[in-house]
């Protein structure tokens, strides 16, 4: 399994080499990542380690979970390491065991070789138990405290499905860069800030983790993004956070849409995808409200999605790059599926 993981892993490293412009690890977090995320909060998911017992479980085990989390671990643990770091422990690795078998530990061990970190014992965590956490945040003055627990879509945890603590990553995003180091081991732990105007948990959406801010935290880093703070990768990523903890019950809806709102001018693609998809998600929760809520709701996202659609158009064009071609296609749709005249008349 080690192997085909790296395998996987190296697959995007080429990908963006060969061709930048598609952008990929932007991509990545609202592809791989959120496939990840989504599957590991349902109950039936599992570790990505399971013990192998019959030749026939084998197409059972090596699922989604298995690439999709095990590449996303290895993608946190590559940003904790430093890229160059992480790719010299994969050469050790690799060069060590290029003619025998090997077990994930192998591949810890040679990653703590070239590190100077216990890789195992964080890594152990990650691959031989199920799900992830949420980080609550609570603001008090200049002091942030973090709180984890385990996140299931359901959002109705039990005590025994909630023992695990996980490493986290927290990447904290201030105005003076990225704090890639700083980890959370245990339940709770509050941090002080220097500047507490602006601040974001996860940068670039490296760690496995939702993050649950307080309302009012996710207006300021909606505009946080207009002042271009952030990067698409963090863009996209609080979008699917906000979402995905809206429609489990973990926080208002209100806060959602009001996120959303402050990024009607956003520009890329990968943000307007999960913005798209979180709107009709909620859409389709909220499927049994009253006419007036359901009509507010398609009009908020008409409001949102058309004039972008306007902006760009719908003819394609040979000059268009690939990830434009990607954008006028999703905007034609969600402008449609909004009510907008002009393209539900052009899709007609």
Known sequence: MNRDLIWCRMSWYSCNVFYPEWKVWEGYVTDNLQ?????????????????VKRADEINQIFDAISYSKGSCVLRMISKYLGEDVFMEGIRRYLKKHA??????????????DASGKDVGKIMDIWTKKVGYPVITVTEDGKNIHLRQNR????????????????????GLRTKE?????????DREKTFELKDPDFYKLNADHSGI????????????????AKSGLLSVEDRAGMVADAGAL??????????????????SDEKEVVVWDEITTRVSTIRGAWIFEDEATKKA?????????SPQAQEIGWEF???????????????????GLAGDEKYAALSG
């Not at 809206?246 to 990024?263: D, H, I, P, R, V």
């Open 35 to 51: 496939s990840a995320l989504s599957l590991d909060s349902l109950r039936s998911s599992h570790p990505i380690e399971v013990p």
């Open 99 to 112: 003619y025998g078998n090997t077990t994930t530990s192998d591949l810890w061990a040679s990653l703590s």
């Open 151 to 170: 996140f299931l879509r359901t959002s109705d945890v039990k005590p025994e499905e909630d023992q695990t603590l996980y490493p986290v990553f927290l």
């Open 177 to 185: 860069g990225v704090e890639e180091d700083l980890a959370m081991n």
């Open 209 to 224: 983790y939702r993050t649950s801010y307080p309302p009012g935290r996710l207006a300021k880093l909606g505009a946080a």
């Open 246 to 263: 809206a429609t489990s019950g973990y926080q208002k809806t209100s806060g959602l849409l009001a996120l959303l709102n402050e990024l």
């Open 297 to 305: 709701l398609k009009a908020f996202q008409k409001a949102l999605v």
């Open 317 to 335: 064009k040979d000059s268009d790059s690939h990830l434009l071609q990607q954008k006028k296609a999703l905007m034609f749709g969600a402008a």
